[in-house]
T-cell receptor
Framework: GDSVTQMEGPVTLSEEAFLTINCTYT??????LFWYVQYPGEGLQLLLK?????DKGSNKGFEATYRKETTSFHLEKGSVQVSDSAVYFC???????????FGKGTRLSVIA | DAGVIQSPRHEVTEMGQEVTLRCKPI?????LFWYRQTMMRGLELLIY????????DSGMPEDRFSAKMPNASFSTLKIQPSEPRDSAVYFC?????????????FGPGTRLTVT
């Protein structure tokens, strides 16, 4: 079945450092890809998405590019802030009305 | 809109007791999802509904768990009897997928502790 694999956390970075969180997927067909963020004590929020190969999703300084050839959707940010500390989930949806398939999440801690 | 509303936010109960978690989806959304989150297993989909009808409950761990959606604005997840291993954060999410953007909106979650 469909699956999403994320890099194990936790990831600890200093403020203004460069962030990469790796995400690869296994799916039949042409899934849509998502990154969700969960701040402490809250539910998940959509951060960005891409619906077809080579699309780049971006939001709040975060970016991810849908790479079909490597089945990847890595999350990047050029300069992280303390407020970016959260758990980040990569997810896919394979077709119209099927539920999202989530990765296990990667906890990011940014220290001043 | 107020977003997805869940109640209670925290629930502490003793083993064997019945627990009912509640969810009010965003008005107009036609899909509703129940998830469970634990450190060990991550985020698991328990069940989801489309237009109040359960579509897939294969993620429900066992018969002690049941979910209902009597109307478009309310859903419940019931655990009877509860066990310590049910301790987790339970999330409800809703989406508008019929011709919509398919984005899922999550509630703040209910943290359940079974002692």
């Amino acid at each position: 079945g469909d699956s999403v694999t994320q890099m194990e956390g936790p990831v600890t970075l200093s403020e203004e450092a460069f962030l990469t969180i790796n995400c690869t997927y296994t799916a039949t067909g042409y899934p849509s890809l998502f990154w969700y963020v969960q701040y402490p004590g809250e539910g998940l929020q959509l951060l960005l998405k891409a619906t077809k190969a080579d699309d780049k999703g971006s939001n709040k300084g975060f970016e991810a590019t849908y790479r079909k050839e490597t089945t990847s959707f890595h999350l990047e940010k050029g300069s992280v802030q303390v407020s970016d500390s959260a758990v980040y989930f990569c997810a896919l949806r394979n077709s119209g009305n099927t539920p999202l398939v989530f990765g296990k999440g990667t906890r990011l801690s940014v220290i001043a | 809109d107020a977003g997805v509303i869940q109640s209670p936010r925290h629930e502490v109960t003793e083993m064997g007791q019945e627990v009912t978690l509640r969810c009010k989806p965003i008005s107009g959304h036609d899909y509703l999802f129940w998830y469970r989150q634990t450190m060990m297993r991550g985020l698991e989909l328990l069940i989801y509904f489309n237009n109040n009808v359960p579509i897939d409950d294969s993620g429900m761990p066992e018969d002690r768990f049941s979910a209902k959606m009597p109307n478009a604005s309310f859903s419940t997840l019931k655990i009877q009897p509860s066990e310590p291993r049910d301790s987790a954060v339970y999330f409800c999410a809703s989406s508008f997928q019929t011709g919509g953007t398919h984005e899922q909106y999550f509630g703040p979650g209910t943290r359940l502790t079974v002692t």
